[in-house]
Every structure is written in structure tokens, then in C-alpha cells.
Nanobody
């Protein structure tokens, strides 16, 4: 059973940092493209950052220069969040194309979401 497992959320003061992790568990052999989304109460879900299999990265304007998406290994992607602001408070979720076997089969998965709260 393959799952995407997120970790690293929590409560932090404005100006602080958090690192979120998105890891494929089970029989996954790797992760291709990964996107991090966030959704604050009463707001629409927004794309925060993404990384392609080739390593190309993109960021929402609101987080450019503060957030960094990286690949740690074949099955883990992290989102380093610096200089956090109260408006970054949201549930953060990762969405990924997970490689299921060495023949290239993939399937899209969502993580369960992790809460990030930034106090002023």
C-alpha cells in the first residue's frame, strides 16, 4: 500500500522557520513531480511550490525568496519555509506522481495534510 506521508507542521512565531517533508511509503520506488498546496480557512486551495522530475522548480509569488522545495532522496521532497508570516497559516498538502515499479508505472497521490500556524 503506497501512501504519501507529510510531516513537519506546527506552531511557530512570525519570522521563524519550518521544514515540511513529503515522503512516499510502502512499495514506492520514487517520486516524479511534486506540488505543495495550502488552504487557509475560508480560502481556496493555492499552489505554493512545485518540482518536476528533472528538478525544475516553481513558486507562488507570495513565497518566492522565502520557501525552497528540494528533493532529499528518491522518495522524499521537502519544503523549507523561512521568514514565516501569519498569512502563511494553512493546512499544507503535497500532491505527487509516485513511481510504483521499475517499469515506470505511476499513480497520483495526496498526503493527509499538515497544519502550519504562524503567530504574530
Amino acid at each position: 500500500q503506497v501512501q504519501l506521508v507529510e510531516s513537519g507542521g506546527g506552531l511557530v512565531q512570525a519570522g521563524g522557520s519550518l521544514t515540511l517533508s513529503c515522503a512516499a511509503s510502502g512499495s514506492a520506488v520514487g517520486i516524479n513531480a511534486v506540488d505543495w498546496y495550502r488552504q487557509a480557512p475560508g480560502k481556496q486551495r493555492e499552489l505554493v511550490a512545485g518540482i518536476t522530475r528533472a528538478g525544475s522548480k516553481n513558486y507562488a509569488d507570495s513565497v518566492k525568496g522565502r520557501f525552497t522545495i528540494s528533493r532529499n532522496n528518491a522518495i522524499t521532497v521537502t519544503l523549507q519555509m523561512n521568514s514565516l508570516k501569519p498569512e502563511d497559516t494553512a493546512v499544507y498538502s503535497c500532491n505527487a506522481q509516485v513511481r510504483l515499479d521499475v517499469w515506470g508505472r505511476t499513480h497520483e497521490y495526496w498526503g493527509q495534510g499538515t497544519q502550519v500556524t504562524v503567530s504574530s
